[in-house]
């Protein structure tokens, strides 16, 4: 890399947001520290509660000039308002999500700790790249992506790389001059000192 880093934030929603609450919750997120981007990620993924959810929390994004991206679901983010896609399979859709979106639509894909499938999806027009998770959490098979892996990429790979699952303030730390970003979900939504006071604290610990 030519110069040192500082890898930003990005943020994941609750899988099961209490609509009533959240809009408030990213609101004074968004306002305490800069966000790179959001992404809806429900379980409950049904046309009618992804509807509701991206009516919810896109004029909160977008009054902000954060981009709201749904997770898989990529023929419904035009409808939805949206600006982009995250692809949990790798490099298996980008292509059919981009021709379905468009150039200027964000698409990312979350590659687990493949290196193989990240520079598939790098090579063929992601416009990021996820690796993780970094320690045991609900994200993929299990297969931790390795510290290693961020620095290679950082080192030999344009394309913006994404670290997320399981992350610690350790870790960020760790991360902050190797990962152009890290995602955060329930590392902040489940916070015994609330989301706004654990992502200050992810910012601090990012420099």
Not at 33 to 44: E, G, S, Y
Not at 88 to 107: H, M, P, Y
Not at 166 to 174: E, Y
Request: negative net charge; contains cysteine; glycine residues 10%.
């Amino acid at each position: 890399m030519a110069e040192a880093q500082t890898a930003g934030l990005y943020l994941v929603t609750p899988a099961q947001p209490s609509l009533g609450e959240l809009p408030d919750a990213l609101g004074a997120a968004l306002d305490a520290v800069p966000v790179a981007c959001v992404r809806l990620a429900l379980a409950r993924t049904t046309e009618e509660d992804l509807m509701r959810a991206a009516d919810t929390l896109r004029p909160v994004c977008h009054a902000r000039d954060v981009p709201l991206v749904l997770t898989d679901h990529f023929r419904l983010v035009t409808r939805l308002g949206l600006d982009g896609v995250h692809l949990g399979d790798g490099a298996r859709q980008i292509r059919a999500a981009r021709k379905e979106l468009g150039a200027d639509a964000i698409v990312g894909a979350h590659a687990r700790a493949s290196r193989h499938d990240g520079m598939t999806a790098a090579e063929i027009g992601a416009d990021y790249v996820a690796f993780g998770p970094l320690t045991q959490s609900s994200l993929g098979d299990g297969t931790l992506a390795p510290l290693e892996l961020f620095a290679w990429w950082s080192e030999m790979i344009e394309v913006p790389v994404v670290a997320e699952g399981g992350l610690t303030l350790d870790l960020a730390a760790d991360l902050a001059g190797i990962a152009d970003f890290i995602a955060l979900g329930d590392e902040i939504w489940n916070a015994p000192e609330g989301p706004v006071a654990a992502l200050r604290s992810y910012a601090e610990r990012l420099g």
